[in-house]
């Protein structure tokens, strides 16, 4: 009994190192074909630059109150 199972799990072992070693397929020289891109597939992609384009307004308009701010300072001291 203990000899039927060692050979199946000898014969599981050379099996899956078999398959491991197997060698990859070489690249074709085609390119890949284009994927079509749907509305559904820029979801994502509007979800994320969403805030960040609200981030990029905010700091604008903190960079041009920043400026009003410097500019009225210089005028103060003149």
Same mark, same amino acid.
């Given at each position: 009994?203990?000899?039927? %199972? %060692?050979?199946?799990v000898i014969?599981?072992?050379?099996?899956?190192?078999?398959?491991?070693?197997?060698? #990859?397929?070489p690249?074709?020289? #085609?390119?890949? #074909?284009?994927?079509?891109?749907?509305?559904?597939?820029?979801?994502?992609?509007?979800?994320?630059?969403a805030?960040?384009?609200?981030?990029?307004?905010?700091?604008?308009?903190?960079q041009?109150?920043?400026?009003?701010?410097?500019? #009225?300072?210089?005028?103060?001291?003149?």
């Amino acid at each position: 009994m203990t000899g039927l %199972l %060692l050979r199946i799990v000898i014969a599981l072992l050379s099996g899956m190192t078999l398959v491991a070693c197997t060698p #990859e397929r070489p690249p074709t020289d #085609e390119p890949p #074909e284009p994927q079509v891109v749907t509305a559904h597939d820029t979801q994502l992609r509007d979800a994320i630059q969403a805030p960040l384009s609200q981030a990029k307004q905010v700091g604008d308009v903190v960079q041009d109150a920043a400026d009003q701010r410097s500019s #009225e300072i210089d005028a103060q001291s003149e």
